[in-house]
């Protein structure tokens, strides 16, 4: 391996875009990722005839224009088959009133909404046009935050009026947003806001950014949508894969980064790699595209390798992001409603937010007449680290039971309906994936840390970049793509070069 090359440390669906676009580009890429598979938190793994996505089960940016779609048509692989959701997802308040369904179309979607949140247009409207300023900008690839002039020159071209008007509230939260409109006293809109914005944003109305806030509300519809893919998530991870291969990458799978060094006034990085066989591999490389959480520097890099300390305690000052619970179940289909949407969210006393993924017939997923259903919630990893193997097992035994009791509850089963259950936790999560503690789905989007405020891809060493969902702009296949292609730009700036990726083939 030549010390020109550059390495890209995991395999989840950042590293993976941004080793493809890397070896598209021509340079020498070499991409390590630790499991004996690829795909990270929107991987998947297979119990019987069962396949159960990890952790990610719906993607946004497939549509026209959309990031995927973008980077697929860049990379010259095909779109994965996928199916728009509608609803996108069916979110029930547990207040005994009717589910709020987010319908695909914008029509239908805003008659539901002035149905189930009377009063409540304006919010709405005003979301929307944050929403559109928004998402011109994002397509125009600023780079956020801004760290050189490089980066001001792409967020200044990016920038157009509206940005500048929706710009005074990057300071706003979606609380903010619904007091400026009056709607401050509808608890029920307030409840619904909560529980979607948890998912995204890790954060509640009160606390996510309104800039933020306001575009992951109105993912599911047209002309962007939330989409479900036929086989598994894996197919995202398959094709990247199969371009990065196609254009000359090094593939090391099932091989371990443990340290990582740059000596001083040196501009190569020493790479430490454990195989499968515990063998050490030492790599040498110009940059590394780093895509594992910003907290695994701390581990990797030890304190001579030359991460400042300054920089060392900005990471520890990251807040803490949560952890999850994960049931994976599979009943036959004939247990659940007919007409049951493929995710539902529910109110849950305990957990606050119970997200549920439900296979469709001949999604490959499971065998004819079956399903998968899967469900997740939020947890404090903290809560689930230093326990001794038996509180962790009996801790384990009493949420997988709490978990399938409000499923039983919610879909009329009966214990003996499941066919297969299991949870896993943090714990499972940090084995998997190897994000520390277990911690999942990146940084909370507050005002204070969300976009131009977030935590930068460049780091203070020189070469050394960071993506993945701690990066703007955020967790979610898409977005980790999306953080991908801005560091692969900045990369490729440093040497003289220009990545342009049209927005519409
Ligand atoms: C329960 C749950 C549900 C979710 N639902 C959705 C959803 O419906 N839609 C959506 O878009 N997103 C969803 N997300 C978020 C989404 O899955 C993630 O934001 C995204 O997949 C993260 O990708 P990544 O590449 O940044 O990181 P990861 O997927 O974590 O990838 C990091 C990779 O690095 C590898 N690695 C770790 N340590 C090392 C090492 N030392 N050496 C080499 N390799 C290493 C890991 O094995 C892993 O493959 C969900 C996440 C969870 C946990």
């Given at each position: 391996m030549s010390e020109e090359s550059i390495i890209v440390v995991g395999g989840g669906i950042a590293g993976l875009t941004g080793a493809a676009l890397l070896a598209k580009e021509g340079y020498q890429v070499t991409l390590v990722e630790?499991?004996?598979?690829?795909?990270?938190?929107?991987g998947t793994f297979k119990r019987g005839s069962y396949t159960f996505?990890?952790?990610?089960t719906q993607v946004a940016?497939?549509?026209?224009?959309?990031i995927h779609h973008r980077l697929f048509n860049y990379l010259d692989i095909p779109l994965p088959d996928a199916q728009i959701l509608d609803p996108g997802c069916s979110v029930v308040?547990?207040?005994?009133s009717r589910p709020i369904n987010l319908w695909h179309d914008p029509f239908r979607w805003q008659k539901e909404r002035q149905e189930q949140f009377p009063g409540s247009e304006l919010f709405w409207s005003l979301c929307s046009k944050i929403h559109e300023s928004n998402w011109g900008f994002v397509g125009r690839d600023p780079i956020l935050p801004v760290r050189n002039f490089w980066d001001l020159s792409q967020l200044i071209k990016a920038i157009r009026p509206s940005n500048l008007l929706t710009g005074?509230?990057?300071?706003?939260t979606i609380a903010d947003l619904l007091a400026l409109t009056g709607c401050q006293k509808d608890r029920r809109l307030l409840n619904f806001l909560d529980l979607q914005l948890k998912l995204y944003s890790q954060e509640p109305a009160s606390r996510t950014a309104a800039l933020y806030g306001a575009t992951v509300l109105q993912?599911?519809?047209?002309p962007r949508g939330l989409w479900h893919l036929y086989g598994s998530m894996q197919i995202l991870s398959d094709l990247l894969k199969d371009s990065f291969l196609r254009d000359g990458g090094n593939l090391l799978i099932g091989?371990?980064?443990t340290k990582i060094l740059n000596k001083k006034n040196s501009n190569i990085f020493d790479v430490n790699v454990i195989d499968s066989r515990k063998n050490l591999i030492r790599l040498k490389a110009s940059d590394i595209v780093f895509s594992l959480p910003p907290q695994s520097l701390l581990d990797l890099?030890?304190?001579?390798?030359?991460?400042s300390t300054t920089y060392r305690e900005s990471i520890k000052k990251l807040p803490k992001p949560s952890g999850a619970l994960v049931f994976y179940g599979a009943l036959s289909r004939?247990?659940?409603?007919?007409?049951?949407?493929a995710h539902i969210q529910i109110f849950d006393e305990d957990f606050g937010s119970l997200f549920i993924s439900i296979s469709m017939e001949d999604?490959?997923?499971?065998?004819?007449g079956m399903a998968t259903l899967i469900a997740s919630v939020f947890v404090d990893i903290d809560q689930w680290s230093n326990l001794d193997s038996q509180s962790y097992a009996m801790k384990k035994n009493i949420f997988a039971k709490k978990i399938r009791t409000i499923l039983n509850k919610k879909f009329n089963l009966?214990?003996?309906?499941?066919?297969h259950q299991e949870l896993s936790t943090p714990r499972s999560f940090e084995r998997w994936t190897g994000r520390p503690g277990g911690i999942?789905?990146?940084?909370?989007?507050?005002p204070d840390q969300f976009g131009p405020f977030g935590f930068s891809s460049?780091?203070?060493?020189?070469?050394l970049w960071l993506c993945g969902d701690?990066?703007?702009?955020?967790?979610g296949t898409a977005g980790v793509s999306q953080s991908a292609m801005m560091v692969v730009r900045q990369l490729m700036e440093s040497k003289g070069r220009h990545l342009n990726i049209p927005l519409f083939n």
């Amino acid at each position: 391996m030549s010390e020109e090359s550059i390495i890209v440390v995991g395999g989840g669906i950042a590293g993976l875009t941004g080793a493809a676009l890397l070896a598209k580009e021509g340079y020498q890429v070499t991409l390590v990722e630790s499991h004996s598979q690829l795909g990270g938190c929107a991987g998947t793994f297979k119990r019987g005839s069962y396949t159960f996505d990890v952790g990610a089960t719906q993607v946004a940016g497939l549509e026209s224009g959309g990031i995927h779609h973008r980077l697929f048509n860049y990379l010259d692989i095909p779109l994965p088959d996928a199916q728009i959701l509608d609803p996108g997802c069916s979110v029930v308040l547990g207040d005994g009133s009717r589910p709020i369904n987010l319908w695909h179309d914008p029509f239908r979607w805003q008659k539901e909404r002035q149905e189930q949140f009377p009063g409540s247009e304006l919010f709405w409207s005003l979301c929307s046009k944050i929403h559109e300023s928004n998402w011109g900008f994002v397509g125009r690839d600023p780079i956020l935050p801004v760290r050189n002039f490089w980066d001001l020159s792409q967020l200044i071209k990016a920038i157009r009026p509206s940005n500048l008007l929706t710009g005074f509230l990057s300071k706003f939260t979606i609380a903010d947003l619904l007091a400026l409109t009056g709607c401050q006293k509808d608890r029920r809109l307030l409840n619904f806001l909560d529980l979607q914005l948890k998912l995204y944003s890790q954060e509640p109305a009160s606390r996510t950014a309104a800039l933020y806030g306001a575009t992951v509300l109105q993912m599911a519809q047209h002309p962007r949508g939330l989409w479900h893919l036929y086989g598994s998530m894996q197919i995202l991870s398959d094709l990247l894969k199969d371009s990065f291969l196609r254009d000359g990458g090094n593939l090391l799978i099932g091989h371990r980064v443990t340290k990582i060094l740059n000596k001083k006034n040196s501009n190569i990085f020493d790479v430490n790699v454990i195989d499968s066989r515990k063998n050490l591999i030492r790599l040498k490389a110009s940059d590394i595209v780093f895509s594992l959480p910003p907290q695994s520097l701390l581990d990797l890099i030890p304190i001579d390798g030359g991460l400042s300390t300054t920089y060392r305690e900005s990471i520890k000052k990251l807040p803490k992001p949560s952890g999850a619970l994960v049931f994976y179940g599979a009943l036959s289909r004939s247990n659940l409603p007919v007409d049951c949407p493929a995710h539902i969210q529910i109110f849950d006393e305990d957990f606050g937010s119970l997200f549920i993924s439900i296979s469709m017939e001949d999604d490959q997923r499971a065998p004819t007449g079956m399903a998968t259903l899967i469900a997740s919630v939020f947890v404090d990893i903290d809560q689930w680290s230093n326990l001794d193997s038996q509180s962790y097992a009996m801790k384990k035994n009493i949420f997988a039971k709490k978990i399938r009791t409000i499923l039983n509850k919610k879909f009329n089963l009966l214990e003996t309906s499941w066919d297969h259950q299991e949870l896993s936790t943090p714990r499972s999560f940090e084995r998997w994936t190897g994000r520390p503690g277990g911690i999942v789905g990146g940084l909370g989007q507050h005002p204070d840390q969300f976009g131009p405020f977030g935590f930068s891809s460049r780091t203070p060493l020189r070469g050394l970049w960071l993506c993945g969902d701690s990066i703007y702009p955020g967790e979610g296949t898409a977005g980790v793509s999306q953080s991908a292609m801005m560091v692969v730009r900045q990369l490729m700036e440093s040497k003289g070069r220009h990545l342009n990726i049209p927005l519409f083939n």
